[in-house]
C-alpha cells in the first residue's frame, strides 16, 4: 500500500541557486547558465517563465506520437516547476510511498535505457523485476515518429534519430570492424534487405536520399541537390545543381574558394595510420585542422559549417577536430577506408521510415513482448499500434512507467559505499512517488544526473561540467504534392542564410509490410528540416544557451510563418504556393539534442582521463549510460553504454 510522507530533508533538492546555474532539467528548456550575467539574462528574458501549453506545442499529427513530439508541455512545466522551487527544502512536498521494490531501475526509456533493459531481460532471474521511467508520453527519446494523414496517404517521419549504415551483402557481416549497429540488427532479427517505394510520374532523373541529412554530405554525390545561393539581380532564385558533379565550379565564391572546396572534400575517407592521430586531433578544433593546418580559406569552413551543425549541433569553430573525423569528415593523408560513426564509408545509408524507431520498436518487442499487437515479425513491430496498457503491468520482467520524470536519486543508508539500494522520486501528474531499487542506471544526460542524483562525487560532477549541450528542432512538413521541387529536378536542397534553418529534403520512402508508401510529385509527400542553432564565434556554452533561448522562446505559430516564408523564398517560382500545398506541419524541439565535443572531450586535457571515462566509473550502486558518453551519438553506440551500464552493476546484488 502506498504511503504519503512529506519531503522537506535538509538539502534533499534541487535549490532555485543550483537551476540559475545550469540548464532545466528533463525538458531542455532555456534556464540559463549565469556565469556571464549579460548575455545570459538577455536569453532567460526571452525563455519561457510561466510554463507553456497546448498553443506552443501545436500540432501532433495522428496515431501514437501524436501527444509526443519532442519536449512536450508536460515535460517543460515539470521543470519549470523544478526550477521555481517546488521540490526545494524549504517546502512541504507530499509524498506517495509505493510499496513497490526492484532489481534495477532505469531513469530514461530513450536507446540507452532500452539497451540497459534489453541486457537485463537476456540475463536477469524471473524475481528480478526492472522499472523503466520515462518522462515523456511515449519511450523512445529522440528516436520517435511524426505521423500525418493527407488524402487518404500516410506519411510517416522521423521525430529526431534518422539514418544508419549496413552492409550490402553477406560479407560484409564478417568484417571484424562490424558496428554495434550490424551487430543488434542481427541480434534482434532485422533483415538488412531492405526496400524502397519506385520513384514515378516523371520524365527527369531525380536521386533521392534515403534519409533527412545524409545529402549535405555522405550521398551528396548519390542525391539530386539544389543549392540556394540567394536572388541575382533581377530577383530570380540563384542555384547550384549537384555542385559536386561539376567539381563545385558551379557554387559561388572566388575560383580559389571552390579550388579549396574540391580538394577538401577530396580528402573524404581517409584517415591517417599514425596511432596518435586521433589524440593530436582532439587538441585542435576542425577550423583550426581546416584553416591552420590544411591551409584551406573560410569559405570550407562555411560548407563545413552546415554538416557539422546538422550531424551533431555546432560548426567547426567549436568542435573537436577528432569529433569530426569520427563522422567521416575530410581528413587528409593515409590510404584506409573512413569508417564514421555509422559505418564504413562503402556501407548503404538507410533510414526507417519514422528514423531509428525501427531499431527502437524491436528492442520494446523484445523486453515487453506485448507492448505492440501481433507476433515478433517485421511487419507487427513497425506498423502496429502501441498498447499502452501493457507496459506497466506488475507480471513483466520489465516495466516501463511513461510521463515519469525522476527529480531526485540517492543511495539508501550513510553512504554509497555501504548502501543497500537506492531511492527515486519521480513527478507523475501533479502527484510525487518515492520507490526503491537494489541498483540503477541513469540512461540519461549529464544536465540532468549532475542534480538528480545526490551526494555525486566532485570528480563526476566536474567531469559533466566538461559537456555542452546543443538544441535542435526537427520540422516535418506535409505537402499536396512536390512538383516545386521536381520542376527543378532536385529532391534536396542547401541554403546558408535564410529565415528558416539551412536544409530540407525529400526522402525515398521505405516500403515496410503493409505499409507501402509512394513517391510521385502528384501525391502528398514529407519536407524535413533538420534545424540546428549555431553561431559561429561565439562560445560553445553560449551558443548552446542562445539556442535554447530561441526554440523555446519561439511559438508554434511564428514557426510556422517562418517555415511558409522559407519555402516561398525557395520554391515560389516553381509554383509552390504555402496556402494551397501546405497540409500540416510538426514541430520536434529538443532542447539538449547533442552533447558537443570540445577540443580534449576524447583523450582528456593536460594528462587528465577524459571527463567519459570519469563517469563511467559510476557512484556506488549507480551507473550512468548515455550516447552523450560516445561524443558522437548514434543508437548502436547509446544501446552499448546502457549494456555495459547493467554488467557494470551485476557486482550488487
Not at 389 to 418: A, C
Not at 494 to 511: A, Q
Request: charged share 20%; aromatic share 12%; proline share 4%.
Amino acid at each position: 500500500m502506498a504511503k504519503k510522507t512529506s519531503l522537506s530533508h535538509k538539502g534533499s533538492l534541487i535549490t532555485r541557486r543550483d537551476f540559475v546555474n545550469t540548464t532545466l532539467l528533463g525538458s531542455g528548456a532555456a534556464l540559463l547558465n549565469m556565469q556571464a550575467p549579460a548575455f545570459a539574462q538577455s536569453y532567460r528574458a526571452r525563455s519561457l517563465s510561466s510554463g507553456v501549453g497546448s498553443n506552443w506545442y501545436g500540432f501532433g499529427g495522428v496515431g501514437d506520437y501524436a501527444s509526443s513530439h519532442g519536449n512536450n508541455p508536460e515535460v517543460v512545466n515539470t521543470g519549470h516547476n523544478m526550477r521555481d522551487g517546488k521540490y526545494e527544502d524549504n517546502n512541504s512536498i507530499e509524498i506517495i510511498d509505493l510499496d513497490e521494490t526492484y532489481d534495477l531501475i532505469i531513469v530514461g526509456a530513450g536507446m540507452a535505457g532500452l539497451g540497459a533493459a534489453y541486457e537485463h531481460s537476456k540475463t536477469a532471474k524471473l524475481d528480478q523485476k526492472c522499472l523503466m521511467l520515462e518522462n515523456h508520453p511515449v519511450f523512445g527519446g529522440v528516436a520517435k515518429r511524426n505521423e500525418f494523414e493527407v488524402e487518404g496517404h500516410l506519411l510517416i517521419g522521423p521525430q529526431g534519430a534518422n539514418g544508419f549504415s549496413a552492409p550490402s551483402n553477406e560479407e560484409g557481416l564478417r568484417n571484424p570492424n562490424v558496428t554495434s549497429d550490424v551487430r543488434y540488427m542481427v541480434e534482434l532479427g532485422i533483415s538488412m534487405d531492405f526496400t524502397y517505394a519506385e520513384l514515378k510520374n516523371t520524365n527527369k532523373d531525380i536521386r533521392l536520399a534515403k534519409d533527412s541529412y545524409g545529402f549535405q554530405y555522405w550521398q551528396e554525390s548519390i542525391t539530386s541537390v539544389g543549392y540556394y545561393l540567394g536572388k541575382n539581380n533581377q530577383g530570380n532564385a540563384k542555384w547550384a545543381f549537384d555542385p559536386i558533379d561539376k567539381d563545385y565550379s558551379n557554387m559561388d565564391g572566388s575560383k580559389q574558394d571552390k579550388l579549396d572546396l574540391s580538394n577538401w572534400r577530396n580528402f573524404n575517407f581517409e584517415t591517417p595510420d599514425q596511432p596518435e592521430f586521433d589524440k593530436w586531433l582532439d587538441t585542435i578544433t576542425y577550423k583550426q585542422y581546416i584553416e591552420d593546418h590544411l591551409g584551406f580559406s573560410k569559405y570550407v569552413t562555411r560548407h563545413a559549417d552546415l554538416i557539422l551543425a546538422g550531424s551533431v549541433g555546432l560548426g567547426s569553430d567549436t568542435l573537436s577536430a577528432n569529433c569530426a573525423r569520427g563522422l567521416g569528415m575530410p581528413i587528409k593523408g593515409g590510404k584506409t577506408v573512413q569508417q564514421s560513426t555509422s559505418g564504413p564509408s562503402d556501407w548503404v545509408r538507410h533510414s526507417f521510415p519514422g528514423g531509428n524507431d525501427g531499431f527502437l520498436r524491436h528492442f520494446i518487442k523484445k523486453i515487453i513482448p506485448n507492448s505492440f499487437k501481433g507476433s515478433y515479425n517485421y511487419n507487427d513491430i513497425m506498423n502496429e499500434k502501441i498498447q499502452f496498457s501493457e507496459l506497466d503491468k506488475t507480471t513483466n520482467l520489465v516495466r516501463m512507467r511513461l510521463r515519469s520524470t525522476v527529480v531526485k536519486v540517492e543511495h539508501e543508508g550513510e553512504s554509497s559505499k555501504k548502501s543497500t539500494g537506492v531511492i527515486v522520486t519521480y513527478a507523475r501528474n501533479n502527484k510525487t512517488y518515492r520507490v526503491k531499487t537494489k541498483k540503477l542506471v541513469m540512461a540519461t544526460a549529464g544536465w540532468v544526473n549532475k542534480y538528480v542524483v545526490k551526494g555525486l562525487p566532485e570528480k563526476i560532477y566536474s567531469a559533466y561540467d566538461q559537456f555542452n549541450h546543443a538544441p535542435f528542432l526537427v520540422a516535418n512538413v506535409a505537402v499536396k504534392n512536390w512538383h516545386f521541387m521536381e520542376k527543378l529536378g532536385i529532391s534536396s536542397c542547401v541554403w546558408r542564410d535564410g529565415i528558416f534553418g539551412n536544409s530540407c529534403n525529400i526522402r525515398l520512402p521505405m516500403t515496410v509490410g503493409n505499409y507501402q508508401p509512394e513517391i510521385d510529385p502528384d501525391k502528398p509527400a514529407l519536407v524535413t528540416f533538420y534545424v540546428p542553432f549555431y553561431y559561429p564565434g561565439l562560445d560553445m556554452a553560449e551558443q548552446g544557451m542562445r539556442g535554447r533561448a530561441e526554440l523555446f522562446s519561439t511559438s508554434y505559430a511564428d514557426y510556422e510563418k517562418k517555415i511558409r516564408a522559407q519555402m516561398q523564398e525557395l520554391f515560389g517560382e516553381t509554383g509552390f504556393d504555402a496556402d494551397k500545398d501546405i497540409s500540416g506541419i510538426i514541430l520536434n524541439r529538443w532542447g539538449h539534442a547533442y552533447v558537443t565535443p570540445q577540443p580534449g572531450f576524447f583523450f582528456g586535457v593536460e594528462g587528465k582521463p577524459a571527463p567519459s571515462d570519469i563517469i563511467r566509473e559510476g557512484f556506488g550502486r549507480i551507473a550512468f549510460a548515455h550516447s552523450e558518453l560516445q561524443g558522437m551519438q548514434h543508437w548502436g553506440p547509446a544501446a552499448d553504454e546502457g549494456k555495459r551500464a547493467v554488467r557494470q552493476l551485476s557486482i550488487y546484488s
